[in-house]
């Protein structure tokens, strides 16, 4: 007779990795309180799932916060922030930007507002829209997303965010670079230029964070 599946609820939160303190600075207690909530609270509010647990921190926490240091002080829109990853994890690491949180979803936006207030972050915007629904009155400098579409369908929906000198700014995965390739079309379209892949937090996560960036002319 073998041993059954362990169910949901057996899943065990991942521990927070060293490196966490060292990315995030006096900013950590921020960071473990809203890790913890959305440990508590994700799955029940369909935020995330219970097999995200065992890598809560290495997989979304840090896998967001690697990206603070390419934000420029000012206002930065956030597209789907869903469960604030990357969102509220980059408003908790850098209080001097503006993060403008823009999700679709009711209960998403209820949870945006409630840990923004809930964690005192006086530098949080949440917009309930699509981003097509949304424009320069934003006044926007730089746009983020995080597993929101491939290149070829983000791009449109997120350029007319942004002015001349502006940066998208997205999270991808291992495969940006054929997304790359296949939105060459989209890329020329919007007017890009200096196009680019980072890849961050080599030494601090066990899996590189992928970034596009590419500056509107």
């Not at 006096?26 to 369909?46: N, P, Q, Y």
């Not at 604030?84 to 949870?111: H, K, S």
């Not at 981003?131 to 009155?137: F, H, P, Y």
């Not at 020329?188 to 196009?195: T, W």
């Amino acid at each position: 007779m073998t041993d059954s599946p362990a169910s949901p609820t057996d899943v065990t939160p991942e521990v927070e990795p060293e490196s966490a303190a060292r990315l995030f600075g006096d900013r950590i207690h921020l960071a473990r309180s809203f890790t913890a909530e959305l440990i508590a609270r994700g799955e029940e509010l369909g935020l995330i799932g219970p097999i995200e647990l065992p890598r809560i921190w290495t997989r979304h926490i840090l896998n967001s916060v690697v990206v603070a240091p390419l934000l420029r002080p000012g206002r930065v829109g956030d597209i789907g922030s869903g469960a604030g990853l990357p969102g509220l994890v980059l408003a908790i690491a850098r209080p001097d930007v503006t993060m403008v949180l823009i999700e679709p979803m009711e209960r998403r936006t209820d949870w945006l507002r409630a840990e923004s207030e809930r964690l005192g972050l006086d530098n949080v915007e949440v917009v309930r829209a699509r981003s097509e629904e949304v424009g320069r009155e934003l006044e926007l400098g730089q746009v983020t997303a995080r597993a929101v579409s491939a290149l070829s369908k983000l791009i449109p929906i997120t350029r007319p965010l942004l002015a001349s000198g502006g940066q998208l700014v997205f999270l991808k995965g291992a495969r940006v670079h054929d997304e790359i390739d296949a939105a060459q079309k989209q890329i020329r379209k919007a007017g890009l230029s200096d196009v680019e892949v980072l890849e961050l937090g080599a030494g601090d996560v066990a899996e590189v964070t992928r970034v596009f960036r590419a500056t509107v002319v």
